[in-house]
């Protein structure tokens, strides 16, 4: 059962790893990867409900698509795409993370982080679209409270209106 103290572990080096899009853009007091994650989860979970999709796989793939950040830190959406090495990265941080516990659960969480990664579900492709819209929230947010400076909200917005397809989500951010 040490593997227990290891996830735990590997969930207080995100509660405190700050995302770094924030700290760059200058956001005081930004969210970590953790507070990202379980909104994430939670828009997830209840949004897949009430579209009849699993809302508790929704949640768990929201939950574990950026645990390997754990170890290999936050890095932005936009440097992740010219990044080549970064997947790879990635990769291999989830198979350090996936030695270290029993194969059933590694085995799920890989099943979880390659679905997110192939988007071979509605619920991964939920999560990737969520995982946007969450970001924009966050900003509108920050704005909102002045902890970022004003027009981080339309920044963000226009980023996610290039990769957010679904309407619904859509509709939200105009």
Known sequence: MSWIVTIFSLGAVLKELRREGWVRRGVK???SVADHSYNLALLSMLLAAERGLDPFKTAAIAII?????????DIPPGEKRSN????????EAMRKIVEKVPAKIGSLILQLYNEYLSQSSEEARLVKQLDKLEMVLQATAYEREGRAAEGLAEEFTKSALQE???PS??????
């Open 65 to 73: 698509h950026d645990l390997a950040e754990a170890l290999t830190g």
């Open 164 to 166: 957010i397809s679904d």
């Open 169 to 174: 989500l859509r509709s939200l951010l105009s």
């Open 29 to 31: 007091e930004p969210e």
């Open 84 to 91: 080549k090495n970064y997947v790879e990265a990635e990769k």
